[in-house]
């Protein structure tokens, strides 16, 4: 990509890229296309902030903690407010909820009710934020299941299957928006020159050959046994359930969850967050279902490999609150299916 030029005559923008996509629903309204454009919007903003780092006075931390008892970043509040008030106006959407607020955002009475329901991670990975590491956001669509008024919790707490739409965007070496509306998976890289988001990655799909595979293994001692021999049989070390070892893959984790992902999205690999000890915070894991692994699952999914808490796919797990974590394995369906069955064999005493 780099010795790449552009050819002019193949630029495609996001909006034209959204518009085509809209062609190919005759129902469609257009409103999701604008909530989608919406959200690069929020992205070109975040982007302008996080590339001027300590130049702008926002790093470091705000002094507050979030609802996750987390130290929250300059950078994490501005994201949150940015995407909040870029959207509770536009009528397009019922309810929001964001990583960094403890309940459900209404939209206001005084703004139109719109059928979306929008869930976002403003910015995920903000602890690297200070060191330079590419972070992210993460957005989830839904339609509302409530009838009318302002949007509810169950609107909400929807299994990742109803998911409509889910984007992320990985603010690194260049800024990527990345997201599914159920047509695959298409990649869109940000020319900072002329503020638009141009079609570098389209029809995205996870390759076959896996070549990472990113976890803090310096958890080891807290997994269980049939996550640690999945990750000997990542190694190299340690055979599956039918006596076959695979070649060993490379060990990839910067713990910022989107770029980690993006890495496997793109190289082929599992990412995953396994329930751990360490912290009695985290025996369910430490990442986020509604607002973290179900859209990163639908996109996996749209883009040919799958997710799962350990025994259940992450679409079909039905949230009970809107921070509750799960466990996470991500990416390669080969491998996502190996963890599983390590994890049968192993941890279920099957
Ligand atoms: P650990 C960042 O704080 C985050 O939420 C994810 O982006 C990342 O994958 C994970 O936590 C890193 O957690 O325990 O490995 O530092």
Not at 57 to 81: F, P, S, W, Y
Not at 204 to 226: A, H, T
Not at 236 to 241: K, N, R, T, V, Y
Request: hydrophobic content about 35%; charged content about 20%; glycine content about 10%.
């Amino acid at each position: 990509m780099l010795n790449q030029t552009i050819d002019h005559d193949k630029i495609n923008t996001i909006e034209r890229h959204f518009l085509d996509e809209q062609q190919s629903h005759p129902e469609a309204t257009g409103i999701l296309t604008s909530l989608l454009y919406d959200i690069a919007l929020a992205g070109k903003v975040i982007a302008s902030q996080t590339s001027r780092g300590g130049l702008a006075e926002i790093l470091g931390k705000t002094g507050t903690t979030n609802i996750q008892g987390e130290e929250v970043m300059k950078l994490d509040e501005l994201a949150d407010r940015m995407i909040y008030r870029l959207n509770d106006h536009t009528g397009r959407l019922a309810v929001m909820a964001s990583e960094e607020q403890e309940d459900i955002l209404p939209i206001s009475t005084r703004y139109p009710i719109g059928k979306y329901v929008l869930l976002y991670d403003p910015l995920d990975g903000s602890s690297n934020i200070n060191y330079n590491v590419s972070i992210g956001t993460i957005f989830a669509i839904y339609n509302r299941i409530s009838e009318n008024g302002p949007g509810t919790l169950e609107d909400c707490l929807q299994k990742g299957r109803n998911l409509v739409a889910a984007s992320y965007l990985v603010y690194g070496a260049s800024t990527m928006l990345v997201y599914t509306a159920g047509m695959g998976v298409h990649g869109f890289t940000l020319d900072p020159i002329v503020g638009e988001f141009l079609l570098t990655h389209p029809n995205i799909r996870v390759p076959e050959k896996p070549k990472y595979y990113s976890v803090n293994q310096g958890y080891e001692k807290y997994w269980s046994e049939g996550i640690r021999r999945f990750t000997k049989y990542l190694q190299g070390d340690e055979p599956d359930a039918y006596g076959n070892y695979r070649k060993g893959i490379s060990l990839r984790y910067i713990g910022s969850m989107v770029a980690d992902f993006h890495r496997n999205l793109l190289g082929g690999g599992v990412f995953y967050y396994p329930a751990d000890t360490k912290d009695p915070r985290y025996t369910s894991g430490k990442l986020r279902l509604c607002y973290e692994g179900a859209p990163l699952a639908f996109i996996t999914e749209q883009a040919g490999g799958t997710s799962s808490n350990g025994s259940q796919n992450l679409l079909d797990l039905q949230p009970d609150s809107l921070h509750q974590r799960t466990p996470m394995f991500i990416g390669n369906r080969d491998l996502v299916e190996t963890a599983e069955e390590f994890i049968r064999i192993y941890d279920n005493q099957e």
